[in-house]
């Protein structure tokens, strides 16, 4: 069952087209986080909470349809394996943003792509017995997996087969169903007491929950009421241990065909919102987008700037994540941009699962507002939010990309397979695009899910 604080939000599952409704409403957006982390470090008994991410079965049964640092010489000497998928461009990326070779780039690339499907498996077959995975630091191509109690024969023999890096780590004492369960758990817990600005993240690698709330929760009678919610959540099995730093005041912001390009107020030029993926449902095509982005927005060609109007169609803000899809009347294309120019575009050729991103997994990301393409690594997964006037779950939280208002809805991608559609920004920084800061996104698995449609690949 959901959360109290979300149940009224419904089931995307469950979906009623709303045709060419429009919300009266503006959204300001989801003020949160950055001041007064609490880490709970928690020994936690396992409380499951199921999440089946499969891509939308009504819309597979009909018909697809068109409408260490090193030097960076040489890199066409790699036997590009992946270039499919665009693994090499990005790995060129990753280069020249962090100052390695494009080959280390490319071979931690591919190996994260090739656990994804090992530890989706793990993840269904041993609930209770997985503890998350994580890469290592750096561009190692190697994964760590926590376990709890003895490694089932038949995932020794997943790893032989695949001749992937993979080392286990047997001393988990929650699996990571029980750590997310306990997260949202906490999560509800302090929204029924009114705290307004908060995020709750399970933290498999240190086996805890993670705690921000904004300054206001920190003083007086509020910080009173936060501690005590706290200490009724443990238990003498729970130890719970809280550090308090004092920060100025940030927040949680969310940053207000083809994929990857802007979309602005209908009859305007107010840059409100990016597309992500081009999409279908049926015979009808358009664009997906954020949950919180205004229903009556334009389409902006990024080659002649001529708009074309985007009929809202259905939204959803809540436990499953934060998205929206556009229906128009032009055509659509598998294809989002990286970039504002036309070589910067590349075809969607797959979806990642939302139970193949790992802590450690490193993705990129375009917005229109900022206008560059900036690649990090998923710090937490399944985060809950609360800000402004809704609550959001099922983040993923990459650390120190680019990101600015506007950016809202944009594509995050690795090689060219769609990974998630943009939520918004972490910190006091939030807006000025020459600073980087933890980004948050909604895996493109549970939009597809969630609204009915499928993103279109080639």
Known sequence: MLPRSLRSRGDPGLFTTQGNSRRSRQRGRLFLLTALPLLVILSIPATPVSADNSRGAAIAAEEGGANPSESREGAENIIDTGSADGLLEMARLLATEFDVSVQAAFDRLKHQEA????????????????????????????????????????????????????????????????????????????????IDVLSTAPDSVEQRIIVAV????????????????????????????????????????????????????????????????????????????????????????????????????????????????????????????????????????????ANQINIGDTYCFYGRATNRPSCGTVKYNNTCHRGGDHDVCNQVRVRNVYGRYGDSGGPWYVGSKAVGVHTGCFGSGCGNNTTRQDQSFTPVSLAEDGLGVAVITR
């Open 115 to 194: 656990v994804a499907p090992l530890t989706e498996k793990w993840r269904r077959q041993y609930s209770t017995a997985f503890g998350g995975a994580y890469h290592a630091k750096g561009f190692a191509p190697r994964t760590t997996v926590r376990w709890i109690g003895r490694i089932p024969a038949e995932v020794e023999l997943d790893v032989k087969q695949a001749a992937v890096d993979i080392v286990f780590e047997t001393s988990a004492t929650a699996s990571e169903k029980a750590l997310i369960a306990k997260s949202e758990q906490l999560f509800d817990a302090l929204t029924d007491a009114k």
């Open 214 to 353: 904004a300054p206001t929760a920190s003083q007086g009678p509020m910080l009173a009421e936060l501690n005590q919610i706290i200490a009724d959540f443990g238990t003498s099995s729970i130890p719970i241990e809280m550090s308090v730093v004092r920060t100025a005041a940030g927040a949680f912001q969310a940053s207000t065909a083809y994929g990857g390009t802007a979309a602005v107020l209908s009859g305007t030029s107010q840059h409100k919102c990016t597309m992500a993926f081009a999409v279908r449902r049926g015979n009808t095509y358009g664009l997906l987008s954020a949950g919180h982005c205004p229903n009556n927005l334009d389409y902006v060609d990024p080659s002649s700037g001529a708009t074309s109007a985007l009929t809202f169609v259905r939204e959803y803000e809540g436990y499953y994540g934060d998205y929206a899809w556009y229906s128009m009347t032009d055509s659509v294309a598998a294809q989002f941009h990286t970039s504002s120019h036309a070589s910067g575009r590349r075809y969607v050729t797959s979806i990642k699962s």
